[in-house]
């Protein structure tokens, strides 16, 4: 089993940044590959982006590329979410969740862990 705990999430101006971790715990994490997800109001959960074990490799939705950035320090059971030039559009719960595979999968159905969640709310 994997425990997983999200933080950083809060309250932001449009145009502004936060940075998300999720800090796992129990079984080895450094072979998981990591996504995040977020989930609005009314909406389903969906894919922001992921990162393999080692973090060479990651994926990212359109709607966020080249605004936000998955990173990983596996001597620290952390995975991080920057996110910079946030819209209201991005106001949703956030999700990290891991996989018992190293690689990237873009299916939500694939991930096995999941985190409670952390809320990020972006005013206009």
């Known amino acids: 089993q994997v425990q997983l705990v999200e933080s950083g999430g809060g309250l932001v101006q449009a145009g502004g940044s936060l940075r998300l971790s999720c800090v796992a715990s129990?079984?080895?994490?450094?072979?998981?590959?990591v996504g995040w997800f977020r989930q609005a109001p009314g909406k389903e959960r969906e894919l922001v982006g992921a990162i393999s074990w080692s973090g060479a490799s990651t994926y990212y939705v359109d709607h966020v590329k080249d605004r936000f950035t998955i990173s990983r320090d596996n001597a620290k059971n952390t995975v991080y979410l920057r996110m910079n030039s946030l819209k209201p559009e991005d106001t949703a719960v956030y999700y990290c969740?891991?996989?018992?595979?190293?690689?990237?999968?873009?299916?939500?159905?694939?991930?096995?862990?999941w985190g409670q969640g952390t809320q990020v709310t972006v005013s206009s």
């Open positions: 969740a891991a996989r018992r595979y190293s690689g990237i999968s873009n299916q939500l159905r694939d991930y096995n862990y």
């Open positions: 129990g079984r080895t994490f450094s072979n998981s590959a």
